[in-house]
Structure formats: C-alpha cells, structure tokens
C-alpha cells in the first residue's frame, strides 16, 4: 500500500478492529448505531477505497455504481443478503465477510431460543415477577422434552456444525438439509429433501444464508410436512420463512412454537418488505419467543468480529489472500 486507504466504516464498531485498521488507512468513522441514509452513504463512501458496512446498510446497484473508487467492502457480519455481491464482483470489488468470528454465539442463541420456547421459559418469568403463581403445580405450562429429541438443521455451514455439537451433548438425534454439504460431523444424519428432513424432526433450526433459492424456503407446502407439535427456530434470516405461513401453523396448532431472532422487515431482499412483526405473530405470547437479532450480540463476538472484518479488509488491500473473500452473489448456503 503505497498511500494510505481511506475508509468508510458506516456505524459504531469496537475499537480493538479501529485500530488495526488505523495502522495502515485513513478512516472515517460514523461513531452512530443508527444506518446512513443511501445519500449520506454515497456521500461519505464515493471517494473511499474500501467501506466497512453493518447488515443495517444496504449495498445495492445505485450504491456501488456511485462509489467507482470503491477496491474492497467489507461486511461487520456472516450473511451478505444487503450487498448486491454480483454487481461487485462485475466491477472488481472485493467482498470479505466473517465466516467463523460469530459461530458458536449463534449456535447458543439458537440453542436458548428452542429451550425458552419448548419449556416456557418466558411464560414462567412472567408468572412468577407477576404473582400468578404459586410455584410448583402437577400440570400447568408442561413444554416438550428438547433432550433425547429429533433436531433438524437448514444449512449445515459453520454455525450448523455447532448446533450439531451442542445437540450431541443433549443426546438428539441430529439431521441436516443443505444440498452444498456432504458431512457426517457430530454424526449428523442428511437429508436430501426438506420434507423428508420435517417429518422426522421434533426441532427445526435455520441457520442457512439468504438468497433467492432460500428465500420462504419454509412454506406452508414443506410446512404440511412438519411433525405434529414442532417447534422452529430461526436465527439465520426472517425471510427464510414465510413469516404468514408460520402464523397459519401456530394458529392451527400444526407447529407448537416459532422461536426467532430474525425478521422479514430487517430483510432487504423480503419481496413484500413489511414494516414490523405481524401482529398476529406477536399476540401469540404463549407460543412465540422473540429476541431482536442478538446471535452475535456479545462482547466477545462483537470485538472479535471488528478484528476480523479490519484483518479481512487489509488482507484484500494489501494483496494477499483471505478465506474471508467471497466472489459471487450464489455462495453456498453457508
Ligand atoms: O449475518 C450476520 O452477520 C448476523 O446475522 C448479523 O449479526
């Protein structure tokens, strides 16, 4: 690097990745949790070589032809849904995303999301700071037994990988569907239909990236396929459901509960870009079980993330090579 890079990082991000960067770039630095508009982006980012963006933004066609200086992006983050990486890759834009930085706290979340949901967790704390309860009773608010269950997995990457590990430790039986894959890690089972994966399965997890062949890949067609009393957890994308579908399901008691810390409004690629939550969705207090996107919301994760997203940036600007790259809008499903 003959003069110094000059980057964008759009939104507040720790400071042990800051500095890393700073080593060896000029950076401006928006110290705010709250998304650019697309002005203020183009603005700040026309001239920059390389931008640090957060799944708040989105990187679309206007964005990156408006910012022709534009050599690497990199994303604060595992999924890609907000860039429209063919476009970079057309221009010659480096992509870095992190592959590994965010896995195992996904894979907890994911893990206390299904606990919360099938042993009423949160229907329990309400009880008890409301005074409703007078502590142990032979049969109110039973849940299902997540140990010794049949868990199935949508999108066997990294963060499957350790869900399965974690599912080993409470004795399951585990099953995986994601065409990209062929693995027998934690000794999990494939499946090569979704179907077939639903009707055996007690637990469903979505842990599988969004794009055009996962978007609403949970219907209400596979959804027909899903064993009585199932229990979903969605901690990949809200779009990766059909969010209606899942309501229909709680509704006629087909599934017992949705557990999820993603939804379709944050999605940029949701065709129908709703606003919030339905209401429907969230009235269903006793069934439901919602976090706002805190898979990777720990300290640990968040300050090893900036160090990653800063490392994969200047390996892409300084020329060497990074497994954190990524060339086509089509990845895997990981
Ligand atoms: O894809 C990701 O990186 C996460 O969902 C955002 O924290």
Redesign the pocket.
Known sequence: MDNRPQILITGWMPKEGRDILEEYCDLDFCNSEKPLSKTELIQRAKNKDGVVI??TDTIDKEVIQACNNLKVIS??????DNIDVEECAKRGIAVT??KNS?TED?ADMAMGLALANARNILIGDSEVRKGTTRGWQPKKNLGRSFNHSNLGIIGYGEIGKAIAKRAKGFSMTTYYYDPTVESVSWGAHKCEKLEEMFSKCDFIMITANLNKNSYHLVNRDNISYMKQGAFVVN???GSIVDEKAIEEALDANKISGYASD?FAFEDKLAKECPQYISSGLLEKTEKTVFTP?L???TVETRKE?SISTAKGMLSVLKGEETEQLITSGEANMN
Do not use: E, Y
């Open positions: 957060f799944m994303s604060f983050g595992k999924g890609f995303i992190n965010l996904t901690v990949a994308r993603v996107h898979g990777t919301g993330l």
